[in-house]
């Protein structure tokens, strides 16, 4: 799952759960609200949004058959009412075709050409419009939801239909589409501002084999365009401001200036750039302290620094599981719930686990500690500057995760362990255990 925990979180934290990982719970900590988006490659791509406090049930239903029957995440709350209809109309959508989203992230792709029955534009329109004006005729649907989904079933198709012209290099009226793409009522809608940003890229770098950087379009927005409401230029330069940051990041200050003095209210906007710029300027001063102390582990518990090799021989008489992973690393989050697993059916006398990151962001390991639950573990470490550490060097570490076993005299017995959730990791264990 990809977790959005903050308004100025620019890219998604990534969580695993489910019974295959051995994790049916996780409990996320959040300051306000949490985006949760469920992707299964190629498949379908499902979001929820939700508030500090809630107590979210994700269980899968079988939906729409591509070469199988495939299983669509449904959202259910227990500590407060809220419309399941509204909140899952993406799954009653996925019932018939892909949805909205699912269709506009595959569409381009071969993949779902290669689909047993893949769905056409017109029949995932189609199919939204008839599933919103169905349920709300049953008095299931809100007025307002029922006509965003329309409107989102109409920008779906004119997106279609302007990416295809961009491809093709064939002539639309742009003009007229991104006029009436803004209706004010919708200034926050996201689907909307892909689409009015698809249409500013038509409209001005219609020639490029490429899409345009977002600073370019940032530019042309504020030099050249006269269409955008200034509603919607606050929001898609909000939006463009955000990508500066993520792909383009050396410009992001200057762009940040530029933000404060194109919109008027921008100020509504500065609080999230403030959490960000905070949060750099932190990592900065940790960053310093990290390549002060090269290869040296920073404790997440006590911020105490040690040296491998002591904290190896402390543990003299336990076999030991040494998990190098990082916060941003997809497949070592995914082996979390089978080290966790293990850490609670084995017997601390006789097993222990090192967690060692290899993070160059001291917040951003803080934070997947304490998602992942093990922030308050004594053996969870930050590798200081890892780049440069003798231990990457040492067990020749070039990709992550890469597990490491030792045995009870510590002495190493596999430096690239298979991982923890594959039947032969449980038999290499058992085997030194016993020893």
């Not at 495939?70 to 407060?80: A, D, E, F």
């Given at each position: 799952m990809n977790i959005r925990t903050s308004s100025h979180q620019v890219m998604p934290d990534i969580m695993v759960m489910g019974s295959k990982h051995k994790n049916n719970m996780l409990i996320v900590p959040t300051d306000s609200t949490l985006d949760i988006g469920i992707v299964k490659t190629h498949i379908y791509v499902a979001s929820g949004a939700f508030m500090k406090g809630d107590t979210v049930q994700i269980n899968l239903k079988e939906s729409y058959t591509n070469k199988e029957?495939?299983?669509?995440?449904?959202?259910?709350?227990?500590?407060?009412d809220i419309n399941l209809y509204e909140l899952n109309f993406d799954y009653y959508v996925s019932l018939k075709t892909p949805t909205a989203k699912t269709f506009s992230r595959y569409e381009m792709t071969s993949r779902m050409k290669q689909w047993k029955n893949p769905a056409t534009l017109d029949d995932v329109c189609k199919n939204i419009v008839f599933t919103v004006d169905s349920l709300y005729k049953r008095n299931l649907l809100s007025k307002d939801f029922r006509s965003e989904k329309i409107m989102e079933a109409n920008v779906l198709k004119a997106s279609s239909h302007l990416g295809k012209a961009f491809v093709e290099k064939t002539t639309i009226n742009v003009d007229s589409l991104l006029t009436s793409l803004q209706n004010v009522t919708y200034v926050e809608n996201d689907f909307l501002h892909n689409s009015i940003l698809g249409a500013l890229n038509y409209k001005y770098f219609f020639n490029r084999k490429k899409y345009a950087k977002s600073s370019e379009l940032y530019d042309v927005i504020r030099t050249k365009d006269t269409l955008l409401k200034p509603e919607f230029k606050s929001a898609i330069l909000d939006r463009l401001l955000t990508r500066i940051y993520a792909s383009?990041?050396?410009?992001?200050?200057?762009?940040?200036?530029?933000?404060?003095?194109?919109?008027p209210n921008s100020s509504k906007y500065m609080n999230k750039y403030s959490k960000l710029l905070a949060e750099e300027e932190s990592d900065k001063k940790n960053n310093a302290i990290l390549k002060n102390s090269t290869g040296k582990l920073l404790a997440s518990k006590n911020k105490n620094t040690f040296n491998f090799n002591n904290i190896l021989k402390k543990e003299e008489g336990k076999v030991i599981l040494v998990d190098f992973w990082a916060s941003w690393c997809a497949p070592c989050r995914m082996e979390m719930p089978a080290i966790k697993s293990l850490g609670q059916e084995i017997d601390t006398a006789k097993f222990a686990i090192f967690s060692i990151s290899i993070d160059k962001s001291m917040v951003l390991w803080e934070k997947a500690s304490k998602q992942e639950g093990i922030d308050q573990k004594t053996h969870n470490y930050l590798l200081m500057d890892a780049d440069n550490s003798k231990l990457i060097k040492d067990f020749k570490i070039k990709t992550i995760p890469r597990y490491v076993l030792f045995d009870k005299k510590g002495e190493l017995i596999d430096a690239n362990a298979p991982r923890p959730s594959e039947l032969g990791f449980k038999t290499i264990l058992n085997n030194l255990l016993k020893q």
């Open positions: 029957p495939i299983r669509y995440p449904y959202y259910s709350l227990t500590n407060r383009e990041r050396p410009l992001f200050n200057g762009y940040l200036d530029k933000f404060r003095v194109d919109i």
